[in-house]
């Protein structure tokens, strides 16, 4: 069955950076595009990054672009969120997206928390 399992997050202070990882499992990891998404308290789940099947193409929420890269490694079926100049904003569950048969499929999610 599908499985993906995020890791990578933690305590960092504003400005630091963190890179998640999201290991995927259970499916042809490189026929499909992968996204991150974030969830923070009280709020909806929003959407912060995606990546094509061959990593060719990317695309960023206004609030992360510049600051935020997205990369694949489709040998190791892994998606990862690199995070730089991380805000108290910022904080948030983040998970791991992928739409496979029109069916989207969500990680457990990983909490990165941004505080001095």
């Known amino acids: 069955q599908v499985q993906l399992v995020e890791s990578g997050g933690g305590l960092v202070q504003p400005g630091g950076s963190l890179r998640l990882s999201c290991a995927a499992s259970?499916?042809?990891?490189?026929?499909?595009?992968m996204s991150w998404y974030r969830q923070a308290p009280g709020k909806e789940r929003g959407f912060v990054a995606t990546i094509t099947r061959d990593g060719g193409i990317t695309d960023y929420a206004d609030s992360v672009k510049g600051r935020f890269t997205i990369s694949r490694d489709n040998a190791k079926n892994t998606v990862y969120l690199q995070m730089n100049s991380l805000k108290p904003e910022d904080t948030a569950v983040y998970f791991c997206?992928?739409?496979?048969?029109?069916?989207?499929?969500w990680g457990q999610g990983t909490q990165v928390t941004v505080s001095s």
């Open positions: 259970g499916f042809t990891f490189s026929n499909y595009a």
């Open positions: 997206n992928s739409r496979i048969h029109a069916r989207p499929y």
